[in-house]
């Protein structure tokens, strides 16, 4: 049964912008964390973003800050992932990530992120 459903990748010339979006399955418990990771070919999945339940607390990757903005909105159970002036290197499978109150973590199918040159 699908949990998380993500959508908005696509291929993008560098430069360009994309929106990813993530929404959560009502039978999931109350949502604390939300957040994005992302895996390029060959390489280990790694930290985008997160944002806790409020949006008070916000972490990005070095890699991404100034270029990325990670939102939620909780009455839809959903988060978002704004990707402005992407580059090849962002290429990757992003996958959207929870955190329930009972500290249990479900994973998105993922969605592939193109940046052409």
């Known amino acids: 049964q699908v949990q998380l459903v993500e959508s908005g990748g696509g291929l993008v010339q560098a430069g360009g912008s994309l929106r990813l979006s993530c929404a959560a399955s009502?039978?999931?418990?109350?949502?604390?964390?939300m957040g994005w990771y992302r895996q390029a070919l060959g390489k280990q999945r790694e930290l985008v973003a997160t944002?806790?339940?409020?949006?008070?607390?916000?972490v990005y990757a070095d890699s991404v800050k100034g270029r990325f903005t990670i939102s939620r909105d909780n009455a839809k159970r959903t988060v978002y992932l704004q990707m402005n002036s992407l580059k090849p290197e962002d290429t990757a499978v992003y996958y959207c990530?929870?955190?329930?109150?009972?500290?249990?973590?479900?994973w998105g199918q993922g969605t592939q992120v193109t940046v052409s040159s």
């Open positions: 990530t929870v955190r329930t109150i009972f500290s249990h973590d479900y």
């Open positions: 944002i806790e339940t409020s949006g008070g607390s916000i």
């Open positions: 009502r039978i999931l418990p109350r949502i604390n964390d």
